[in-house]
């Protein structure tokens, strides 16, 4: 297989799809194919259809999708924060298509449209504090630690059944120090 180098923005007739991507790169042991699960920490839902037709219904939201011919094989979300500072977040490989570097390819259309689009000089994520391993992924990308925390959403199952007690999301940013294309 070749990586996808095509990227479509996500429509509302993605959602299953797109959902049952999220699910299998984070939770549940088909998650643990891949590297970058969240299995040990979390059971339960990353997301759900409701909260992903929303973000697609958002102007300042945008899901990038990436395919494998019919296949959905890896998405991220990019929305605007506030001027100048745009979110990355729900990074997703297929197990089977990590280690091939679309999570990168991902990333990097993702950083482009958040430049072209929501005008980003900047971007941040969360990452579990605990995933240290992705952490590190992030930091090779430019991604440095703020030194500010966010609390995990601890009681509110649209985001998981924690396994553990002390989870809980450190920020990363990184400046865009060219224009967008």
């Known amino acids: 297989m070749t990586l996808p180098i095509d990227f479509s923005v996500a429509t509302p007739r993605d959602v299953p799809a797109l ?3 999220v699910e299998s790169a984070y939770r549940g042991d088909s998650a643990r194919g891949g590297w970058t699960h969240e299995a040990d920490l ?23 999708l990436a395919r494998d011919g019919d296949a959905l094989v890896g998405c991220v979300e990019i929305s605007r924060a506030v001027a100048g500072l745009a979110y990355l977040g729900m990074l997703s490989v297929a197990p089977n298509w990590q280690g091939r570097a679309l999570g990168k390819a991902l990333i990097d259309a993702a950083e482009e449209k958040a430049r072209a689009r929501f005008g ?35 009681g509110d199952e649209r985001f998981g059944q924690p396994r553990v007690a002390d989870l809980i999301f450190v920020v990363l940013e990184k400046p865009f120090t060219s224009p967008a294309a």
């Open 120 to 154: 980003a000089t900047r971007i941040e994520m969360t990452v579990i504090r605990q995933r240290t391993e992705l952490i590190a992924f992030y930091q090779r990308r430019g991604y440095a630690l703020t030194g500010e925390t966010r609390p995990f959403p601890y």
């Open 19 to 21: 959902h049952a991507l």
């Open 42 to 64: 979390l059971d339960g839902q990353r997301t759900d259809q409701a909260a992903l037709a929303q973000a697609i219904a958002d102007p300042d939201h945008i899901i990038l």
